[in-house]
């Protein structure tokens, strides 16, 4: 089974191409197996999001991190494994908070049945990912533990906002860090351990990881404003549409500029579809973008300043790669 495709980052080093695409078949399968059951309807919805496809980026950046020591070792792919296992399960409770009809081109699972099945679904994949954790060591163990909680904590204090007197912008931060950067840090560290690289290596690849999730979240900020299309199945402006104040709009409420006051009035809360077109061509001008842009690139001058102290080995070449596309597909 041809393993699927990650972003396009270039891997000038043919050895370490080969490797990673035969690690992600080995994910694949893998996965695939993870979920099957005895229960023909368990095997079909756990399978739903895994046979829509995705860039199994996470996977990914644990076979990247391996290479820092041995990417053969035995409990790499079944990290990955458990990386992705979680990370989908994540994807189907979020797609029943958000009512989301469409995950990855496809009805989400939420809409194919319903909200039971699809909450049901995602329990059902953290325990099989906690099962192959199992057999990696308690060690592991407690981090996925930890990344867990940071995930539930993010998800929480996304869902009720900052509290009075807190900066949104900061509490904004914060909540990707830990919903979006924290699952991405721990596919850095899993590599990097399950492989039995040097502890300051694994621990300078989780910071960097880290950091290059928060900065892909900020970037996918960028598009939804910025671009006339997306790769990634969203409408532009989707986020302004249900009221989602990402880091662009954050900045431009924050502004105090009466040149300002038409923009802060369509975003004050969900933007109706007729004022989508004003608001982001409003949105496009405003320095609330490139203010967003910046604080992406503080972020992969975070991931880079920590790759910087890695092994001059392929993998780091392909990871500074990635930092800058992280960049360059915002424009």
């Known amino acids: 089974m041809a393993a699927p495709p990650v972003v396009d980052i270039p891997l000038v080093d043919e050895r370490l191409a080969d490797d990673l695409a035969g690690g992600l078949a080995a994910v694949e399968k893998l996965l695939r197996s993870s979920v099957e059951s005895e229960d023909a309807f368990v095997t079909e919805t756990s399978r739903h999001l895994i046979e829509a496809g995705g860039k199994r980026f996470r996977a990914m950046l644990v076979l990247l991190a391996a290479q820092f020591g041995n990417p053969d070792a035995p409990g790499v792919v079944p990290g990955a494994v458990v990386i992705e296992l979680t990370h989908l399960a994540t994807l189907y409770h979020d797609d029943v908070m958000d009512e989301a009809p469409v995950r990855r081109g496809s009805p989400s699972a939420n809409a194919r049945w319903d909200n039971t099945v699809a909450i049901l679904t995602g329990d059902y994949l953290f325990a099989q990912a906690s099962e192959i954790l199992a057999d990696l060591g308690s060690e592991l163990i407690r981090i996925q533990a930890r990344t867990f909680s940071r995930l539930v904590r993010g998800q929480i204090r996304e869902t009720i906002g900052p509290a009075e007197g807190r900066d949104a912008i900061a509490h904004y931060i914060s909540v990707l860090a830990d ?4 699952l991405i840090a721990t596919s850095g560290r899993f590599g990097a351990m399950l492989a039995g ?23 996918d900020d960028l598009i939804d404003v910025a671009a006339p299309t997306t790769d990634s199945g969203k409408t532009p402006g989707t986020d302004l549409r249900e009221g989602v104040h990402t880091l662009p709009v954050l900045y431009a409420l924050a502004s105090d500029d009466p040149a300002d006051a038409r923009l802060r009035t369509l975003l004050s809360g969900p933007v109706a579809e007729e004022d989508v077109e004003e608001a982001l061509t409003l949105l496009r001008a405003n320095r609330a973008m490139e203010l967003a842009r910046e604080e992406l690139i503080r972020w992969i001058d975070r991931a880079k300043e920590a790759l910087a102290g890695l092994p001059d080995i392929p993998a780091r070449t392909a990871l500074i790669a990635l930092c800058d596309y992280v960049v360059e597909r915002t424009g």
């Open 197 to 219: 690289a040097p502890a300051d290596v694994a621990e300078r690849l989780t910071d960097a990881c880290e950091a290059i999730g928060v900065a892909w979240q900020l970037g």
């Open 179 to 182: 919903k979006t950067g924290s």
